[in-house]
């Protein structure tokens, strides 16, 4: 019982340094592209909204799932999960759900370390871990694809040259209640045939976290769908674990350290692919690059995008970012642009604009250097 009641308090913990760490991200992002840009290409803090919403459909899902199936996961793995949780999130630039395989192996040192108060997993635990964990895995694979975020541009000098690099950070709560060996309910029948030498059961709420964190000079969605891929192995490999467990073809110990493994393995591909600078939006030579295009403005009804760059401004040509704000300071009602796309392709791109605001346009580009 004491036991429970300190994983219910290190859940509530957990979520409040989670939700700390996503609140000061997402405020420094503004202030930092207030302070780069001198705009904010997003002014709210999307990210928090994001971060307590999307997640908890699925997590009620896998939560009920999990129930319903008598899965019973060990108190060593949990504490191993809740941890990991608590050390992935300190680093959120970086973060990755494959930090999840490792929980299975971590929990086996654990109950190694504390024997008197964990008890050593077994075939049906790690039985549990692996459902559990493809269960997170699926959700994070449709999380890389289809979870909305915020680029935020930052800019950086490399080779005498300033180069544009993509910073993107949106963590997903994923709150699951699971159950766990117990004493505050009595054990379900599906539970007792997994598990016949469990008397008891209870529940514990799991705080984990999806979503991902990363830097890119390229596309942000290519990265995104490299670290699907990842994702997807993973998600494989505890499908099989799960199939080989639940046919005794493997021990308990090869299992946790096979997930282990190919946690392990994608988060090194993830973290040591250097980056390619030479994918980086530079500077445009004749012409006005854009960085970024503020929602909602006249430049997103235009079809503006980062990468293109603005040779004319109602015919007048601007070479250079403060030409085009002179330009836009006499615009009228109406703005006409001649851009290049990263392509080499020319077009036009008009529309009218607000009016009292000729200047806002909504295009961020790269600042005039002193």
Not at 204 to 218: C, D, E, I, K
Not at 346 to 355: D, G, M, P, Y
Request: proline letters at 6%; glycine letters at 8%; charged letters at 15%.
């Amino acid at each position: 019982m004491k036991l429970e009641l300190i994983l219910i308090l290190s859940s509530i913990l957990v979520f409040l340094y989670l939700l700390l760490v996503v609140s000061a991200g997402a405020f420094g992002r503004i202030r930092r592209e207030r302070r780069e840009l001198r705009l904010a290409i997003e002014g709210r803090a999307v990210e928090i909204p994001r971060f307590l919403l999307l997640g908890l459909v699925p997590a009620i899902a896998v939560s009920t799932t999990l129930s319903l199936l008598g899965i019973v996961i060990p108190l060593p793995i949990i504490a191993a999960l809740i941890g990991i949780t608590v050390l992935g999130a300190a680093v959120p630039s970086f973060y990755s759900p494959l930090i999840y395989g490792l929980a299975g192996g971590s929990g086996l040192l654990v109950s190694q370390v504390w024997p008197k108060t964990f008890t050593q997993a077994g075939p049906n635990d790690v039985l549990a871990f692996a459902i559990l964990l493809a269960c997170v895995m699926l959700f994070a694979l449709v999380a890389d694809l289809c979870a909305p975020y915020h680029s935020a541009p930052h800019i950086v000098r490399s080779h005498g040259r300033r180069r544009l690099q993509n910073r993107v950070r949106q963590l997903i709560f994923f709150p699951l209640v699971v159950p766990v060996p117990g004493t505050l309910l009595t054990a379900w029948p599906l539970m007792k045939l997994l598990s016949p030498e469990i008397h008891g059961v209870s529940f514990a709420v799991l705080p984990l976290v999806l979503g991902f964190g990363l830097r890119s000079f390229g596309s942000v969605r290519t990265k995104l769908h490299r670290r699907a891929l990842l994702d997807g192995a993973l998600l494989l490999a505890a499908v099989v674990v799960a199939l080989l467990c639940s046919a005794a073809v493997i021990t308990s110990t090869t299992g946790l350290l096979v997930l282990a493994a190919v946690a392990i393995v994608g988060l090194a591909a993830l973290l040591l692919t250097p980056q390619q600078e030479q994918n980086a939006l530079t500077d445009a030579p004749g012409g006005v690059r854009v960085i970024a295009v503020i929602p909602e403005t006249p430049a997103a009804k235009m079809g503006l995008h980062a990468g293109d760059t603005i040779l004319q401004c109602n015919g007048q040509d601007v070479p250079s970012p403060r030409a085009f704000y002179t330009a836009t300071q006499h615009l009228g009602t109406f703005c006409r642009l001649r851009v290049r796309d990263q392509a080499g392709q020319f077009r036009l791109a008009e529309t009218s604009i607000f009016t009292g605001a000729p200047h806002m346009l909504g295009v961020i580009t790269f600042p005039e250097e002193d």
